[in-house]
T-cell receptor
Framework: EPEVTQTPSHQVTQMGQEVILRCVPI?????FYWYRQILGQKVEFLVS????????KSEIFDDQFSVERPDGSNFTLKIRSTKLEDSAMYFC????????????FGSGTQLSVL | RKEVEQDPGPFNVPEGATVAFNCTYS??????FFWYRQDCRKEPKLLMS???SGNEDGRFTAQLNRASQYISLLIRDSKLSDSATYLC???????????FGQGTTLQVKP
């Protein structure tokens, strides 16, 4: 089965530093997503991306967050100035279309902000 | 009211038991419903979609009651490998985003 690939698997950073989480969605997919899961809590929607622009974002996705698809394969999430509460598992996901098409998740990047 | 609500459990059952999980959702216009499975520190994986007519996949049966805004998952003949967190997931109307419940933890004991 095709896979969504995320790197790195673990990222440790100091508070106030910028981090970039990287994702390679499945090649023929058109819709891309970032979710996060704080330890012990539910999976939360951050942002969806289609046709090279953000289609929807949550309240969590404030000015410190940005997403980019810099080339035909990568999809990145940048956090400009990390806070302790940004520590979480970040999942990238992609699908061919909206609706009830299966969403494929990457294995996640565990971000630890010290 | 939470968008998607689940009993977090944990449910501790012996092998071979039948166990049922329930979920309620708040948006009556929600269009699509799923059960996902999540193993510890791993990504969510689609277990099955949920339809109004009910659907079955082997030992797993999912039901949707739109009038009550209620979704269920029944697992028959539980296996040790069924131990995981089961996530109730809803797609609200006109969006592609998934809304996750907190998950129900199942521990199947020998």
């Amino acid at each position: 089965e095709p896979e969504v690939t995320q790197t790195p698997s673990h990222q440790v950073t100091q508070m106030g530093q910028e981090v970039i989480l990287r994702c390679v969605p499945i090649s023929n997919h058109l819709y891309f997503y970032w979710y996060r899961q704080i330890l012990g809590q539910k999976v939360e929607f951050l942002v969806s991306f289609y046709n090279n622009e953000i289609s929807e974002k949550s309240e969590i996705f404030d000015d410190q967050f940005s997403v980019e698809r810099p080339d035909g394969s990568n999809f990145t999430l940048k956090i400009r100035s990390t806070k302790l509460e940004d520590s979480a598992m970040y999942f990238c996901a992609s699908r061919t279309s909206q609706g009830n098409e299966k969403l494929f998740f990457g294995s996640g990047t565990q971000l630890s902000v010290l | 009211r939470k968008e998607v609500e689940q009993d977090p459990g944990p449910f501790n059952v012996p092998e071979g038991a039948t166990v049922a999980f329930n979920c309620t959702y708040s948006n009556s216009a929600s269009q699509s419903f799923f059960w996902y499975r999540q193993d510890c520190r791993k990504e969510p994986k689609l277990l099955m979609s949920v339809y109004s007519s009910g659907n079955e996949d082997g030992r797993f049966t999912a039901q949707l009651n739109r009038a009550s805004q209620y979704i269920s998952l029944l697992i028959r003949d539980s296996k040790l490998s069924d131990s995981a967190t089961y996530l109730c997931v809803v797609i609200p109307s006109n969006t592609g985003k998934l809304i996750f419940g907190q998950g129900t933890t199942l521990q199947v004991k020998p």
